[in-house]
């Protein structure tokens, strides 16, 4: 049985678990909470590119992608930063749902699982 491998751990949460040749990443959201909806995904989005590579692998690799967002009527920008970033012929299985976040100033989060090779 391989062991678990936490990375980035705090008190309350790790920002990855790597098991069994599975990353599961925590829920990911911006650094800066004063940016529009794409420029937070973009933030988001380089956080889970910069954690997969710390386990070995990549967002072609991942296996399910769940996103939250605040206020649905900002789901095209999400969108807009997605679709730049998503690989070429690996788009990830997705859910897209409205919730409130932690922080009010937040406008999305990401949670990604990934295979790691």
Request: charged share 25%; proline share 3%.
């Amino acid at each position: 049985m391989s062991s678990i491998k936490r990375f980035h751990v705090a008190k309350r949460l790790s920002d990855m678990a790597v098991y069994n040749g599975v990353a599961y990443l925590a829920g990911q959201v911006p650094d800066d909470a004063k940016l529009d909806i794409t420029g937070q995904t973009e933030q988001v989005l380089a956080t889970i590119d910069r954690l997969l590579a710390e386990a070995g692998t990549d967002k072609t690799k991942i296996l399910m992608a769940q996103i939250y967002v605040a206020n649905m009527k900002e789901f095209d920008g999400m969108n807009k930063a997605w679709d730049a970033w998503v690989a070429d012929g690996n788009s990830p299985p997705r859910a897209t749902v409205e919730a409130r976040l932690a922080n009010p100033d937040f406008k999305v989060e990401i949670v990604v699982t990934a295979a790691v090779a």
